[in-house]
């Protein structure tokens, strides 16, 4: 979702960009967390600078952060309206991070239902309709209502430069090109009468032909139309190719992919243990459990940073990651898929409640897949 000179909006399915390592977090919003990218502040001050080199003086650069702020605030509550609407069919958001092109909020996986797709694509538009009806109630009850036409992004009443800013990322994300919620509602709508996969490959289509208007136009009028065309494209061939990742994986459970056999380690073993288990064999992620309960889960970089630290008598404790992602012997391989996704990580522990009963690594995902794709 691209707005131009406005900040873009985004849904997906985890894992977005990890992005982390350079976000911050701003706080959290019904239960969500609120990160922004070190790069925002790049946007900032070129608003700054740019007014200020053309002379326009402290207040007038003052106020273009100030809308380009309030913009952002505007994307984080479209993509609330998302999530929310998410949380009602028991998908949950990760977090919401906002980048200089706009925000992106992970969702946890998009909905199986095409009525609930439906919902929440259409969610994060409503909202800016809602605002953009509240910021024209506001200007006319303040007695400006000729204001409403004067439409400038430079200099005008922010109130009004706010409420089409509204109105045009409502619109721009109604678009029917995927990565857009106008993609998803197409497919949405198209579903109702086909299969998700047939869907997708014609809203995939129909987006990418968007591209091609896009791209043409922009070739001519605007260059940003160009790069909102290559966005608009490579969004539609992924959303296609993961709708058909996730039709070759159906009917296949987590138990049927993973790996049985497999190291483990206790919390009380030393890190010279792990070492040796690590330069022994070829995984990456080594289990951690308390008899056969998983507790936790030490990466081969972990394991690196504190052996380069000269750390090789830390106890496994003192390294392993408790908040560890798992999967279930009987999910689906597919919500599997997106889960170790979403964890980062190339395996994902898999559980029978609590116990460790195998580890589902990327590489049997991805034969699993190759399998069904090409074997008949």
């Not at 922004?36 to 002379?55: Q, R």
């Not at 204001?147 to 990322?169: C, E, F």
């Not at 288990?277 to 080594?286: A, N, P, S, T």
Request: charged share 15%; with cysteine.
């Amino acid at each position: 979702m691209r707005l131009p000179g406005a900040g873009a909006t985004s849904i997906r399915p985890q894992p977005p960009v990890e992005s982390s390592r350079w976000a911050w977090r701003l706080g959290r919003l019904f239960g969500i967390e609120v990160r922004v990218h070190a790069t925002f502040l790049i946007l900032l001050g070129w608003v700054a600078m740019s007014h200020l080199m053309n002379g326009q003086g402290i207040a007038v650069a003052a106020g273009g952060v100030a809308y380009v702020l309030a913009v952002f605030a505007i994307i984080v509550l479209h993509e609330l309206g998302h999530a929310l609407t998410a949380r009602r069919f028991g998908i949950a958001t990760r977090d919401i991070t906002l980048l200089p092109i706009g925000g992106i909020a992970r969702l946890e996986r998009m909905p199986s239902k095409p009525s609930e797709e439906l919902l929440v694509a259409i969610a994060g538009p409503a909202v800016n309709v809602v605002l953009a009806m509240l910021l024209f109630a506001t200007v006319v009850a303040m007695g400006a209502f000729e204001d409403v036409a004067r439409v400038s992004l430079v200099g005008g009443p922010l109130l009004v430069k706010l409420m089409w800013t509204n109105v045009a990322i409502c619109v721009f994300n109604l678009i029917p090109a995927f990565p857009m919620d106008g993609g998803r509602v197409l497919r949405a709508l198209v579903a109702m009468r086909t299969s998700y996969v047939r869907a997708t490959d014609i809203a995939a289509a129909v987006g990418q032909g968007v591209a091609l208007v896009f791209g043409l136009v922009g070739l001519f009028v605007n260059p940003f139309l160009v790069f909102i065309a290559l966005f608009v494209w490579i969004g539609a061939q992924a959303e296609a190719r993961m709708a058909h990742v996730h039709a070759s994986l159906a009917g296949v459970l987590t138990s049927q992919a993973m790996v049985t056999r497999f190291a483990v380690v206790s919390p009380d073993d030393p890190l010279s243990n792990v070492v040796q288990l690590m330069l022994k064999g070829f995984q990456d992620d080594v289990p951690v459990v308390e008899g056969e309960r998983l507790v936790g889960v030490l990466g081969r970089e972990d394991v690196l940073k504190a052996a380069i630290a000269g750390d090789v008598n830390a106890r496994v404790a003192s390294l392993m990651r408790r908040d560890v992602a798992s999967v279930g012997e009987s999910d689906a391989l597919d919500v599997a898929f997106l889960r170790l996704q979403a964890s980062g990580r190339r395996s994902i522990p898999v559980v029978r409640g609590d116990v460790l009963v195998g580890v589902l690594p990327v590489e049997n995902v991805a034969y699993v897949l190759h399998v069904r794709e090409h074997v008949a």
